[in-house]
């Protein structure tokens, strides 16, 4: 028997039960030091990839800017 797989994003009733498992393994106490911890590394990930846009952003724009040569001069030397 050939069972499918899910792979969108979970319900609510899913991210009601993953936070009940998530409750009863660290407890109360710790929950908010846990939040904390999610919330400093998912501004570290925005700051990496703001910081990596940034560069790309960057290069493009001088790589667009490099002039043409002048065909002109050569003709004179």
């Known amino acids: 028997m050939h069972m499918p ?3 969108g994003m ?4 899913e991210i009601v039960f993953i936070l009940v498992i998530v409750l009863l393994l660290f407890g ?3 929950l908010p030091e846990l939040a ?3 919330g400093q590394s998912l501004n570290e990930f925005k ?4 910081e990596f846009e940034a560069e790309v952003h960057k290069s ?3 790589i667009e800017v ?3 040569p ?3 001069e050569h003709k004179a030397s």
């Not at 979970?10 to 009733?13: I, K, N, R, T």
């Open 36 to 38: 904390r911890g999610l």
């Open 66 to 68: 490099k002039p043409a």
């Open 5 to 7: 797989i899910a792979l």
């Open 10 to 13: 979970p319900g609510w009733p």
């Open 47 to 50: 700051k990496a990839r703001d």
């Open 70 to 72: 002048d065909k002109q």
């Open 28 to 30: 109360a106490k710790k």
């Open 60 to 62: 493009a724009a001088q």
